[in-house]
């Protein structure tokens, strides 16, 4: 059975920076993409950054291009979320996905067969 654990949420100010982990178990880790989405109190769980199964293939929502950087250690089964020059509107529950044996990555929710139980970060003005 799959499992994902998130850690690295917490509270941060505007202007700084965090790092969230994504621990996996299972065998096929190295051969699935896997994504971060966050969902913010009331709205919708929503799509922040995905990775391809070798890292070679990242893509990232526009609210968060050129702050958030995706990585992944295969040899680790894990995955990370780089945060810097965080905002406010940065405030939500983040939590990791897994397309388990599907390399190609992705943006819908659809795509995406195991989740995390999320992790949360707050970011004051």
């Known amino acids: 059975q799959v499992q994902l654990v998130e850690s690295g949420g917490g509270l941060v100010q505007a202007g700084g920076s965090l790092r969230l982990s994504c621990a996996a178990s299972g065998r096929t880790f190295s051969s699935s993409a896997m994504g971060w989405f966050r969902q913010a109190p009331g709205k919708e769980r929503m799509f922040v950054a995905t990775i391809s199964s070798r890292g070679v293939t990242t893509d990232y929502a526009d609210s968060v291009k050129g702050r958030f950087t995706i990585s992944r250690d295969n040899a680790k089964n894990t995955v990370y979320l780089q945060m810097n020059s965080l905002k406010p509107e940065d405030t939500a529950v983040y939590y990791c996905?897994?397309?388990?044996?599907?390399?190609?990555?992705?943006?819908?929710?659809?795509?995406?067969?195991?989740w995390g139980q999320g992790t949360q970060v707050t970011v004051s003005p």
């Open positions: 996905a897994a397309r388990w044996g599907r390399p190609v990555v992705g943006r819908t929710q659809d795509e995406y067969a195991y």
